[in-house]
């Protein structure tokens, strides 16, 4: 019985061993280093994003897509920007988040980037946050005397 109490522990032991030696990765997850993600949106005239997320450059790139801002109570024409700024990964791999102040966006026209140059055009207080895992997104920022707020989902 002493023989079958010893032989039944020592292989319990060892499952147990096998079992935490499991492939769970130990720390951060390591994320895609560039991705390419794109807002959901039903008509091509409607606003929309793609988030241009390149974690070998300093910065990435956000496209916002017949933007429109709301200053007071005037409108400005429906535009096409590029906001350049850092982007950071969580540890999960799956949370991407822009973040900056004192940015120049650009106006995309055809093909070419134009700056928009002068303190009124200066994007500050931006935070993006990009989650690959939900499909989400939520962006806000500040930039000429206004403020823009969105939150949507990404495509699939």
Do not use: W
């Not at 991705?35 to 241009?52: A, G, M, V, W």
């Not at 496209?63 to 109570?73: K, T």
Request: net charge negative.
């Amino acid at each position: 019985m002493k023989k079958f109490l010893s032989m039944f522990i020592a292989v319990a032991m060892l499952s147990m061993v096998f079992a935490s030696c499991g492939d769970e990765k130990d720390g951060p997850v390591k994320p895609e280093p560039t991705q390419n993600l794109k807002s959901y949106c039903e008509n091509e005239t409607d606003p929309h994003f793609t988030f241009d997320i390149n974690l070998d450059k300093d910065s990435s790139s956000i496209y916002l897509y017949n933007i429109v801002f709301r200053i007071g109570e005037s409108e400005s024409p429906a535009m096409n920007i590029r906001i350049d700024a850092p982007v950071t990964v969580d540890n999960t791999g799956k949370i991407y988040t822009y973040a900056g102040t004192n940015i120049t966006p650009y106006m995309m026209r055809g093909n070419s980037m134009v700056p928009l140059t002068g303190p009124i055009y200066l994007v500050t207080n931006l935070l993006c946050n990009v989650n690959t895992l939900t499909k989400t997104y939520d962006i806000k920022f500040d930039c000429h005397g206004g403020n823009f707020v969105d939150v949507g989902r990404l495509s699939d």
